[in-house]
């Protein structure tokens, strides 16, 4: 730990005032998912029902928005975490790609049975010609 503790540094305040600004709901962004939140995802505004508002026709979200969040939420997180863990996270976890493995194994073996048919039915046409 004391390996740790003697490359620490601080934060620099301009940094961390941009980070915080960023998830606030001074954010555009942020403004938007709380009001989607507060509306539509975890409760149903009594005003919007009885209008009969389309929520996405007056307020946007997008999933691109909701991208830019989560990518910004890694990235401080991310941030901090080196500054004072010296760790950090993935959004992928490990063996996401598993599958390929899988994919290209069958496919290898299609292949190889499909090259062992042919030998076999050029053999037994060599031997009927």
Do not use: C
Not at 24 to 31: A, D, F, G, L
Not at 54 to 78: C, K, Q, V, W
């Amino acid at each position: 730990m004391e390996s740790l503790s003697s490359g620490a540094t601080r934060p620099a305040v301009d940094e961390l005032r941009k980070d915080r600004d960023t998830v606030t709901e001074s954010s555009s962004k942020v403004k938007a998912l709380v009001f989607w939140r507060n509306n539509f995802f975890a409760h149903r505004s009594a005003k919007h029902v009885a209008e009969k508002k389309e929520l996405a026709d007056h307020y946007s979200f997008s999933i691109a928005d909701a991208e830019a969040l989560l990518t910004n939420a890694m990235r401080i997180l991310n941030r901090y975490s080196v500054l004072f863990r010296a760790s950090s996270y993935s959004t992928q976890i490990v063996g996401h790609d598993d599958y390929l493995y899988v994919l290209r194994t069958i496919a290898d073996d299609v292949r190889r049975r499909k090259e062992e048919l042919e030998r076999e039915l050029q053999a037994i046409q060599q031997r009927n010609s």
